[in-house]
């Protein structure tokens, strides 16, 4: 499996989208760092399955910490990123 950045995704609220795919291109898992600046708040970070179960892994005031908790996420996994 590998995790993949879905850049063509990214507009609105996601600012990074990441899926966890595997050798038959299924998304085992989904991660999102979104934006809640457009209602005067911070950056969230979720994971979710197709399944559609959603796991709020964090709350953050500044964008940075929000990604570095998302990618902190992806080395946990112990799948590699195709670091586009």
Request: charged letters at 35%; aromatic letters at 10%.
């Amino acid at each position: 499996m590998q995790w993949k950045r879905r850049r063509d995704l990214e507009g609105g609220k996601e600012l990074g989208v990441w899926l966890l795919v595997d050798d038959e291109g299924r998304v085992e898992r989904e991660l999102y760092v979104e934006s809640h600046e457009y209602r005067g708040e911070g950056f969230d970070v979720y994971t979710a399955t197709p399944a559609g179960e959603w796991t709020h892994e964090g709350a953050y005031d500044a964008v940075d910490a929000a990604f570095d908790r998302a990618l902190a996420l992806v080395a946990e996994s112990g799948h590699p990123t195709d670091d586009r």
